[in-house]
T-cell receptor
């Protein structure tokens, strides 16, 4: 079993919809959680960073961490065609120097 | 502008040749990483380095080598021992407390 599981999609939604992207993980020691957006043939760019449980909001994006369920989510409100990309979750614990990535979810926003 | 620079963007090599991918950062980050990404797959860790003159193997280090002689630079050599070298290679760096990592724009290596 992988340490981090992420549905690869593809996920296609109409413009303006609320998008929910999710990851589950098995290592209860993970404390730092990140979401990256990657456009085709580009490097990933950091969208959201969260420490431990709770919610964090930045504009149209909300990151949510539920450590009791080992489940993290990224919500995108008022989705735009420019949000079409692959979204990668990532996480690490407080001692490890490695950052573990999910396999990424391909998202397409239909105009 | 601060950032991570990978070069070249595209690289073609003949089978059996070693090739070195460049990664430079001016973010004053201590930690640097190399990942490999294959189509439809996530990022797999090749090597990482937390300080100068020290580095550790990641999950798929076989057929690769690195050096960390300067804080700013972490070059990756893809050797002829790597059986499937054609891939998208990403370099990243992070601060000493290794919270979030920042990525370069990647090098697409094609071996023919």
């Amino acid at each position: 079993q992988k340490e981090v599981e992420q549905d690869p999609g593809p996920l296609s939604v109409p413009e303006g919809a609320i998008v929910s992207l999710n990851c589950t993980y098995s290592n209860s020691a993970f404390q730092y959680f990140m979401w990256y957006r990657q456009y085709s043939r580009k490097g990933p760019e950091l969208l959201m960073y969260t420490y431990s449980s709770g919610n964090k909001e930045d504009g149209r994006f909300t990151a949510q961490v539920d450590k009791s369920s080992k489940y993290i989510s990224l919500f995108i409100r008022d989705s735009q065609p420019s949000d079409s990309a692959t979204y990668l979750c990532a996480m690490r614990d407080s001692s490890a120097s490695k950052i573990i990535f999910g396999s990424g979810t391909r998202l397409s926003i239909r105009p | 502008d601060g950032g991570i620079t990978q070069s070249p963007k595209y690289l073609f090599r003949k089978e059996g040749q070693n090739v070195t991918l460049s990664c430079e950062q001016n973010l004053n980050h201590d930690a640097m990483y190399w990942y490999r990404q294959d189509p439809g797959q996530g990022l797999r860790l090749i090597y990482y380095s937390q300080i100068v003159n020290d580095f550790q193997k990641g999950d798929i280090a076989e057929g690769y080598s690195v050096s960390r002689e300067k804080k700013e630079s972490f070059p990756l050599t893809v050797t002829s021992a790597q059986k499937n070298p054609t891939a998208f290679y990403l370099c990243a760096s992070s601060s000493w407390d290794i919270t979030e990592a920042f990525f370069g724009q990647g090098t697409r290596l094609t071996v023919v």
